[in-house]
């Protein structure tokens, strides 16, 4: 008999290409595929639904820590998983046991005979149905990407919408301007619901102010019904028509994740139904934990492998917008070597990311993202680099990537692994 993990990969591997090429776009087949289920996403928990570049997963992890602080009870959904897929579906407390998934993946794969449909549907589709059988106070609803067209956004009526920053991504499907983008991450917001919108470019900026009034959307935009930032003391300082007030240190490193707290209290303020004292946000903000999200590794292999003094950091930051956030806060911190491991898919520009790195690191080492086939050549990564003149080569893997930096010798440095959300993934899985 099949153990549930082999039952799952039965059902997904044949389909994990298409978590990087999900074909055209259209709600036709999700549609189809959760009204042969029963419609299970018009009986689930009020959903907060959650699109934008960078900062989605910082702002769902900051409502999961502030709403489960006030004991309140979270599911949530997410993508890409790092290390297990069990991540995509967080249900009451824990992620979902092994066992369930794969009853449930089952359910819907026999659901959606016929229909072809992919990856990020099926496991969707699997969260909606787990969500609408198991009692929950709230349910976090990450978009895979863009959203118009995104498989979550089947919730016809969210309790609430949040936009994160919006930047150049995935511009293949979404677009080649960042009014083009918006208006793809714009679909998330519904008639009567909050949206409550992050910092933002004054052009997709625009877009979300003509949205939200041709529908009938109260908007609580970053920068007008309120604002977030960092005191000198490291305090988080939000300021909205209910007042001014300080808050803990946000638990996630980088001045970056001051206006992703922000968001996620505007939301709480936004939707007031939740309940979410503030003692319970300052707690929420002091224990919230992402993973990738400028994290220091402290254990594993890789570790094993520096020298006293060095650190080695991880994060998923694989678009422009997120490159520069990244290299903005390294900036911030106490100048030591920087040398970066960086890998990618075949549809990104290196050269793009590398750009907000110059005069702050000193090498790159191009790699492959393991088993998976859209990986960027890392010879071509390192030659993207050296367009910009910075010193690279291309390496066969992590472990052989640090090796070769501490070879080197030097004073103590900082290495930071970067690009991909699979690559960090594949770190994490050894060195978690």
């Known amino acids: 008999m099949a153990t549930p993990d082999e039952r ?16 055209k776009f259209s709600l036709d087949k999700m549609r189809t595929l959760l009204a042969r289920l029963g419609d299970p996403q018009k009986r689930i928990s009020p959903a907060v639904h959650v699109a934008g570049t960078n900062g989605k997963g910082s702002l769902v992890a900051f409502l999961r820590a502030m709403c489960e602080a006030a004991s309140l009870r979270v599911h949530m959904t997410i993508s890409p998983d790092l290390v297990r897929i069990n991540e995509r579906i967080y249900l009451a407390g824990s992620d979902i046991e092994t066992e369930l998934m794969a009853d449930l993946l089952e359910e819907v794969v026999k659901a959606a005979e ?61 677009g080649d301007t960042l009014a083009k983008i918006a208006a793809e991450k714009a679909e998330i917001i ?18 979300f102010d003509a949205k939200a009034a041709s529908i009938g959307a109260p908007l609580f935009r970053s920068g007008r019904e309120w604002r977030a930032w960092k005191e000198p003391d490291g305090r988080l300082g939000y300021e909205s028509a209910k007042g001014k007030r300080l808050l803990p240190r946000p638990g996630l490193l980088g001045d970056y994740q001051y206006p992703n707290a922000g968001t996620a209290i505007a939301v709480l303020e936004a939707y007031p139904e939740l309940k979410v004292p503030d003692a319970a946000i300052a ?40 490159a520069e956030v990244v290299a903005e806060t390294l900036r911030s911190w106490p100048r030591r070597p920087l040398h970066l491991i960086f890998a990618t898919q075949k549809n990104r520009k290196p050269e793009a990311i590398f750009r907000p790195f110059l005069g702050l690191v000193d090498t790159v080492h191009g790699v492959a993202i393991p088993d998976l086939p859209s990986t960027h050549d890392p010879e071509a990564i390192a030659a993207a680099a050296r367009t ?45």
């Open 388 to 432: 910009l003149a910075l010193s690279a080569t291309a390496s066969p893997s992590v472990t052989a990537a640090v090796a070769d930096i501490v070879g080197k010798g030097g004073p103590e440095s900082r290495i930071l692994i970067c690009g991909s959300l699979y690559l960090a993934g594949s770190v994490l899985a050894e060195n978690g």
């Open 114 to 174: 016929g229909i072809g449909a992919q990856h990020f549907e099926l496991i969707t589709a699997a969260a909606f149905l787990a969500f609408s059988r198991i009692p929950g106070d709230v349910v976090l609803l990450e978009t895979g990407l863009g959203g118009r067209h995104d498989a979550t956004n089947m919730v016809d009526r969210p309790a609430a919408a949040a936009i994160t920053p919006i930047s150049f991504d995935h511009m293949d499907y979404l």
């Open 283 to 322: 707690a929420g903000l002091g224990t919230v934990r992402w993973p990738a999200r400028l994290q220091r590794l402290s254990k594993g292999p890789l570790v094993a492998q520096l020298p006293p003094g060095w650190e080695l950091w991880l994060d998923g930051t694989h678009n422009e917008g997120g």
């Open 190 to 207: 519904k008639p009567g619901c909050p949206a409550i919108i992050g910092p933002q470019h004054p052009e997709a900026a625009a877009v």
């Open 8 to 23: 799952i990969q039965r059902i997904l591997d044949p389909l994990k290409a298409q978590r990087t090429h999900p074909g």
